[in-house]
């Protein structure tokens, strides 16, 4: 056990590690602005009273390394700074949309994963059959539409021709959860169609890899069933990937919304991250930036381990 | 019931009998699977849904056929050796390749096709389609026909600079470093790690919000998002070529790496290159679109399918489905392209199993 520790201790740190790098990024790229943020936000008609105020008021007289360490700092216990637009702080703002984008990612997810995995291994099972081609050719144009293309469609149908489910996902806090999983309904699909369409080709193809391997051909020789050869002696093996696919795709999920967001004007993160970007409202960007860069990360992360947990042969790299 | 009910009953059920009587599997598969899909839908939906499933399965047999005389076409007036492998070509690539044709003649004949200039404003907004304008007018009544041919050249042609561009320097960079190795394949491969590790569209955002929105930017930004993707490819594609026996000679021969790479490596690596464009092509289309459809890439008043999608979004509450159709074409040509590299990818490796 102490060995997967290890591993497991090593990938954290490395992740980290890529975190802290992805933060300088994030600030450097904001230092890059011709002249500084005060002089980008308040344009060329500006007094240069103002903006003296400005850069007093942001503490841009400092050093960018101190300013940077200093953000960080703030930014490691939730305070992002103040809103060059309103003023309020930005962790107050980002809180509770960023739970929004959570919930949606979350029921997209959970109908999503168990979908696409039994797909994927009906489809592997199938292979090479008309329903796989027919599979194959669906999933390929689920994947390849924009995500605003399959929420208009959806849009067109179940809203406005069906009258089924709202075409705007407007959601506060004191709905009920089932009110609000019936607002969200529409854009959660839109993402279900996709991210299933990019789990189930992993899945199959993952499942088809091990297929080659010597001993399926072993179970086979010996008469085991097409159906069992897959549960019994692929599956456990296909595991590892799969976990893989799960978890890039829940990293998918979290930052695909954006669009699907924007679409079903639905109040999360990703709505708020395009409209400060339109607004140059820089303290925003950046935190918004900072928390998906890390969910992201995060995610990533997740499947590296999964992967190592299931795989036994991952634990001792060569 | 009425006769298309039974017309349309009697066809699927008189096909997959006679498939199952002439012992045609696949063919006795799929039509009835179809048979049974329209029977739950007719139940639900109606006649309607019924006339759907007509409509839908025309337009496959409409593209299929489309398809079929494309490649035998293509296979008449190509090469031999070429011809040969287009024979073996399934009918989705087929189709993948006359899509990206006809959109190419689009593209490049648009001010021929389209009866008037981008950002002529002709009539007024949101006017329904007329004998004079096909699909009606935009939000500033310009016409829509005109302005999604224009599309087809503005939109298609930056995404396919800004690939070209992530191209050249990604498969450039992951070919030195895997012929150099060393050093420089440690630094370029920790950047390219970190680079990737940033979702795509955030980074996008974060950059554009900092240099603001033009052409120019877009490009550049759009290369150093994708260029990583491309350099990994090249990098683990070459890895693999480095270690061959005859690039060990050519070193002994005492050549140089820029000589190895042009002479050596690259031949043996064009195919995976070449179906790592197309992808490539795929995720920087999408993501051109999605910017602009955010407002944050191609300004107006270029015509820009995902742009135009946005402006005149409104118009799907009132269930029309113009503001649809500059998406379709978005979705349209990215399957096509799909479809082409999945062919490719099948060819060059493949799933063989």
Redesign the interface.
């Known amino acids: 056990m102490g060995d997967i520790l290890n591993i497991v201790i090593k990938r954290l740190g490395l992740g980290l590690l890529?975190l802290l790098?992805?933060s300088v990024?994030?600030f450097g790229?904001?230092e890059?602005?011709p002249g500084d943020i005060a002089e980008a936000v308040l344009g060329q008609g500006a007094t240069k009273e103002n903006v003296a105020a400005m850069r007093e008021q942001l503490g841009l007289d400092r050093s960018a390394p101190v300013r940077y360490f200093e953000w960080l700092g703030g930014a490691v216990t939730g305070d992002f700074g103040n809103s060059l637009v309103s003023q309020k702080p930005v962790s107050e703002a980002i809180g509770e949309r960023f739970s929004n984008t959570l919930f949606l990612a979350v029921y997209a997810a959970f109908i999503a994963v168990p979908i696409a995995i039994f797909l994927g291994i009906l489809v592997a099972l199938y292979?090479n059959?008309?329903?796989d081609r027919?599979a194959?050719?669906l999933t390929?144009?689920s994947?390849?539409?924009?995500?605003?293309?399959l929420a208009?469609?959806l849009?067109?149908f179940f809203s406005?021709?069906w009258g089924m489910f709202p075409?705007i996902a407007k959601i506060d806090a004191d709905m009920t959860l089932l009110d609000k999983l019936e607002r969200t309904f529409l854009p959660a699909l839109t993402m279900v169609l996709v991210v299933v369409a990019h789990m189930m080709r992993m899945t199959r193809?993952s499942i088809?890899?091990l297929?080659?391997s010597p001993y399926v051909e072993m179970a086979r020789l010996k008469g085991v069933p097409a159906w069992k050869v897959i549960v019994k002696h692929t599956l456990p093996n296909a595991w590892a990937p799969i976990i893989n696919v799960v978890a890039l795709n829940l990293?998918y999920l979290?930052?695909?919304v954006?669009?699907v967001e924007?679409?079903f004007v639905y109040p999360g993160i990703g709505q708020m991250?395009?409209d400060?970007?339109?607004k140059?409202d820089?303290p925003v960007?950046?935190a918004?930036?900072l928390i998906?860069?890390a969910t992201?990360?995060l995610l990533?992360l997740a499947a590296d381990i999964g992967a190592i947990l299931t795989n036994p042969r991952l634990r001792h790299p060569k | 019931m009425n006769y298309f009910i039974i017309g349309f009953y009697a066809l699927l059920i008189g096909g997959s009998s006679l498939a199952a009587f002439y012992q045609k599997r696949?063919a006795f598969?799929?039509l009835f699977s179809v048979t049974l899909v329209s029977f739950v839908m007719g139940i639900v939906g109606g006649e309607s849904a019924l006339w759907a499933v007509t409509i839908l399965a025309g337009i496959i047999a409409f593209s299929a056929g489309v398809s079929y005389s494309f490649r035998e076409f293509l296979a008449i007036i190509l090469p031999k050796e070429s011809a040969k492998i287009m024979r073996t070509a399934p009918l989705?690539a087929a189709f993948g390749l006359f899509i990206i044709f006809t959109y190419a003649i689009t593209g490049i004949f648009a001010p021929i096709i389209a009866p008037y200039g981008e950002s002529e404003i002709i009539s007024q907004a949101f006017e329904p389609a007329n004998d004079e304008m096909l699909l009606g007018a935009d939000q500033l009544g310009r016409d829509m026909f005109s302005r999604i041919v224009y599309g087809a050249r503005n939109t298609v042609g930056l995404a396919l600079i800004a690939t070209f561009l992530a191209f050249f320097i990604g498969a450039i960079g992951g070919l030195l470093a895997a012929s150099k190795g060393g050093k420089f394949d440690q630094v370029m491969s920790r950047i390219v790690?970190?680079v990737m590790?940033?979702?795509s569209?955030?980074?996008a955002?974060?950059?554009?919000?900092?240099?603001g929105t033009n052409v120019v930017t877009l490009i550049i930004v759009m290369a150093i998002i994708y260029a990583p993707r491309v350099f990994r490819l090249a990098r683990s594609v070459a890895g693999n070529i480095v270690v061959m026996d005859y690039i060990e000679a050519a070193r002994l021969r005492g050549e140089g790496t820029w000589y190895i790479i042009r002479k050596e490596v690259l031949p043996n690596a064009t195919a995976p290159l070449i179906a790592e464009f197309g992808l490539e092509f795929?995720f920087v289309f999408?993501l051109v679109?999605?910017l602009s459809?955010?407002?944050?890439g191609i300004q107006p008043p270029t015509a820009d399918w995902?742009s135009m999608?946005r402006e005149n979004?409104t118009l799907?509450?009132?269930?029309e489905?113009t503001?649809?159709i500059p998406?379709?074409a978005?979705?349209l040509l990215?399957?096509a392209?799909?479809?082409v590299v999945?062919w490719m990818l099948y060819r060059s490796s493949g799933?063989?199993?």
């Open positions: 890529t790098v992805i990024i994030i790229a904001v890059l602005l292979r059959t008309v329903f027919v194959n050719i390929l144009t994947i390849s539409a924009p995500e605003f293309f208009y469609v849009i067109l406005v021709k075409a193809a088809i890899n297929l080659a990293a979290i930052t695909g954006v669009l924007v679409v991250l395009v400060s970007v339109t140059r820089f960007v950046q918004c930036c998906f860069a992201f990360i990533n | 696949t598969l799929l989705t790690d970190v590790s940033i979702p569209l955030i980074f955002l974060l950059l554009l919000s900092i240099f795929c999408l679109a999605g459809f955010l407002g944050l995902g999608v979004a799907i509450s009132f269930g489905i503001p649809l998406a379709g978005i979705a990215t399957v392209v799909n479809f999945d799933l063989k199993e």
